[in-house]
């Protein structure tokens, strides 16, 4: 099935982005833009379709595209990301998203990140995170539960997302750090691990049956390749810095 990849360059500002559980540590602009551009190469080796957005140097963190909308197959959600900085990412998106989906918005008081979101089949997990909060689940909820879609709410502890702390593989597998997430919520599907010293590796993003993750990562890639998942490392330490990973630069589309 066709898929577009909707991303946003790397803002000259990234340096002075929302930092949550990291210690701030110089970022090379040059060498992020680098990774950044190895991403969308990889995506677009992977048979996806790059809508590229211009850097926005007023909004540090928009290279993290991922969380000022929800893409479903019936709407495009564009939310309030839960950081005031990031506040007004979602309406930089409605142009380019209403030309794929129907457009809904949520509304104050609701703050959800995309980053918080995890989409397995019919069933979206919501992380109650501290970007997340209880109206932005309401509203989803509200939005999405007469779509027939099951809303299930997950606690995330100690992490900035229930993407850093969890994602959906493919093939009813989920990659987690258990500490950071309540597994109970996600008990009708298989559960794998990441390695203790790998904390950050739970987060991957599946492109038409290929995992692409992190390369500082490869003990977590040995769990996955071990069950037979197809993956794809690349470098993004410099995004990394900024507390970001392969699932937030990108904006994933079925058409
Ligand atoms: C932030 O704190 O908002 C950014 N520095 C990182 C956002 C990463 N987003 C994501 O993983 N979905």
Request: charged letters at 20%; proline letters at 7%.
């Amino acid at each position: 099935m066709p898929l577009i990849a909707v991303t946003r360059g790397v803002s000259s500002t990234l340096n002075e982005g929302q930092l949550t559980y990291k210690t701030r540590e110089p970022i090379d602009l040059k060498l992020a833009r680098q990774q950044h551009r190895a991403y969308e190469e990889a995506l677009e080796s992977l048979g996806a379709t790059i809508v590229h957005l211009p850097a926005r140097d007023e909004f540090p963190d928009a290279v993290f595209v991922e969380d000022a909308a929800v893409v479903v197959d019936e709407c495009a959600v564009i939310t309030t990301p839960g950081a005031p900085s990031r506040a007004a990412e979602g309406e930089l998106l409605t142009d380019t998203l209403k030309r794929y989906r129907l457009l809904q918005r949520l509304t104050p008081p609701a703050t959800l990140d995309g980053g918080d979101i995890i989409q397995a089949g019919r069933t979206v997990y919501v992380g109650l995170s501290k970007r997340t909060n209880p109206a932005g689940l309401e509203q989803l909820h509200a939005l999405l539960t007469p779509l027939g879609y099951t809303v299930v709410p997950v606690a995330v502890k100690g992490a900035l997302h229930l993407k850093t702390a969890i994602t959906y593989a493919g093939r009813n597998t989920v990659l987690a750090k258990p500490e950071w997430t309540d597994l109970a919520a996600f008990k009708d599907l298989r559960v794998l691990e990441v390695p203790k010293h790998e904390p950050w590796g739970a987060s991957v993003l599946n492109v038409n049956g290929t995992l692409v993750m992190p390369a500082s990562f490869p003990a977590t890639r040995a769990v996955l390749e071990r069950v037979g998942f197809q993956c794809r490392a690349l470098d993004l330490s410099e995004l990394q810095k900024a507390e970001g990973g392969p699932t937030c630069l990108s904006i994933l589309i079925k058409t």
